[in-house]
T-cell receptor, first 110, second 116 residues
């Protein structure tokens, strides 16, 4: 069963727009919530991550919002650029055992 | 972040043969390594978790006799796909976690296996 649910499956955004990807999890034992960016043929690369004691984390154009009570978290990409076009995976981890969402294919149109 | 290296990055093998994929932690001791499989346009699915010096724990539905995992040292884990078939063609990715980290694992660059 999928322990982390991710939406949308695909997303098209104009350059300069905001990309928003949402995830929800079931297991309250998860204590680390990373987002990964993956380009075709490459392994996933860590983009940004948050722990459940924080409600928001911002790094440059990327922000994670975390709602512990709702067991939801989201990734916001501000000022989206064509170079951001990739597949994004949310994940939830406990002691390194990481479970991934289904992925969101983001396309940023110039 | 820490560096995890996977080898080979691509491999093509004939049906019925075995293929070994290596996962190395280059600058830290990996007490735990994870192996994932990713089919085209799908997510990463955990196959097994291995702790150094002990037998791997396989996820439900993963054949342990087909996917042999060895974690003999703190810097190396291997995944051997035995008697490979075309349906085993996939992207295999490892991640490694050190003893000091209770959460974060670092990913290798993946291995594209094609069985013909």
């Amino acid at each position: 069963q999928q322990q982390v649910k991710q939406s949308p499956q695909s997303l098209i955004v104009q350059k300069g727009g905001i990309s928003i990807i949402n995830c929800a999890y079931e297991n309250t034992a998860f204590d680390y919530f990373p987002w990964y960016q993956q380009f075709p043929g490459k392994g996933p690369a860590l983009l940004i991550a948050i722990r459940p004691d924080v409600s928001e984390k911002k790094e440059g154009r990327f922000t994670i919002s975390f709602n512990k009570s709702a067991k939801q978290f989201s990734l916001h990409i501000m000022d989206s650029q064509p170079g951001d076009s990739a597949t994004y995976f949310c994940a939830a981890s406990r002691s390194g055992d990481m479970r991934f969402g289904a992925g969101t294919r983001l396309t940023v149109k110039p | 972040g820490a560096v995890v290296s996977q080898h080979p990055s691509r491999v093509i093998c004939k049906s019925g043969t075995s293929v070994k994929i290596e996962c190395r932690s280059l600058d830290f001791q990996a007490t735990t390594m994870f192996w994932y499989r990713q089919f085209p346009k799908q997510s990463l699915m955990l196959m097994a978790t291995s702790n150094e010096g002990s037998k791997a724990t396989y996820e439900q539905g993963v054949e342990k006799d087909k996917f042999l995992i060895n974690h003999a040292s703190l810097t190396l884990s291997t995944l051997t796909v035995t008697s490979a078939h075309p349906e085993d063609s996939s992207f295999y990715i490892c991640s490694a976690k050190g003893a000091r980290s209770n959460t974060e694992a670092f990913f290798g660059q993946g291995t594209r296996l094609t069985v013909v």
